[in-house]
């Protein structure tokens, strides 16, 4: 009977990764005996210091994987932040060894550091701007990244494909997936380093936001104070009346006050205050996107509710985006006597024409949330 000779085996590519942990290391073997024991020999390159890692193997295949325990690669002259070649030989079960296989070399780095900013576990809009930061203290940079974002089971909702890392562009991407209120959701982001390492960091969060509605509450009581049983309705919201400019003001419809034109706008001034807490809803249809400065604020205000004579207002403008001009966000500013509030709201997709665009704002103990998403009319 005809002896099989060991063939070379054929070392895979090497993703850079944590000497800490363990990694596992393939390698093809194809034709010849079946291996039974494989060695790798690794060298720190450029330099005299080398390890080999030696273990049993078997494979109902061609293809082969050994795994590198923790922390082999520690100890003197070793360690991460190291570029390492590495080969590796195979022996059949006489005990015979092969030739060794093709070099392949990779750099150790300490694992990165990657938290999921936004969202926290509770979101209180419909629409969602996922952020995340990296840290890696040997300067392993992105590669690339990419974010899914799913249902409570595990259905993918929306994918950003994946994107080029590049110094000038944040780590975010607002999902064009609108979100149900009370809603369970996880939010993945997957990052490849420039050593080939993937990351892949999840977050589940709850969706609980403002809903506004085109009806508003009526209290009903009996009068304490009249006979035959009065009653008496009561409603917590009150009508106020803007000035719009220029004047007299165009209408869309009979039901909208036109913006549209450069330099239009509206004033509330009378029948309200900015006292206390409060909650703000309104809805408007294609705003002039008045450009932002360096200092990242709108020229002018589309929206100016104060009080005159009184060091109290509300403003409100939509901006564009600075590097993406297809989204927008609502910033709100409020002076309440001695207090000044400034809301952002986060970026999100463009309306069309077909669609109105609603602002909620809350303020309640001095603090301030906003909620800005695209509404059908």
Known sequence: MMQLALVTPNLQPIASFDVTESKDITFISDGGDKPVKAILNINVQNQTYKKSYITSVSSSTSEYTIT????????????????????????????????????????????????????????????????????????EEINKYSFRLLNSIGTQLDYSNDILYSQDKSLSYQFKTELVNDGTYVVEVNIVTVGNTNIVKAKTFVA???????????????????????????????????????????????????????????????????????????????????????????????????????????????????????KVRAEVCIKDGPFYYRVLSDYINKADSTKDYRIVLRKIDNLCDISFEVVSK
């Open 208 to 326: 609980q936001y403002i809903q506004a509605y085109d009806y508003f509450p009526l209290i009903v009581d009996n009068s304490a104070t009249c006979e035959n049983g009065i009653v008496v309705v009561k409603s917590e919201l009150v009508l106020f009346e803007g000035e719009a400019y220029p004047s007299p003001p165009t209408y869309i419809n009979n039901d909208y006050v036109s913006l549209v034109e450069p330099g239009s706008y509206v004033i509330f001034d009378k029948g309200f205050e900015i006292n206390g807490d409060f909650a703000l809803i309104i809805k408007f249809n294609s705003p002039v996107l008045y450009p932002v400065n360096k200092y990242g604020d709108a020229e002018k205000s589309i929206i100016e509710m104060t009080k005159k004579n009184e060091a109290s207002y509300i403003i409100i403008n939509v901006e564009e985006g600075i590097s993406d001009t297809n």
């Open 68 to 139: 590198l325990p923790a922390n082999f690669l520690t100890g003197d002259n070793f360690g991460n932040k190291k570029t390492y070649e590495v080969t590796v030989s195979t022996y059949n079960y006489q005990g015979q060894i092969s030739e060794k296989s093709n070099v392949e070399i990779f750099t150790a780095y300490t694992t990165p550091e990657v938290v999921i900013v936004s969202p926290t576990t509770t979101h209180e809009s419909a629409t969602l701007t996922c952020t995340f930061t990296y840290f890696q203290k040997d300067g």
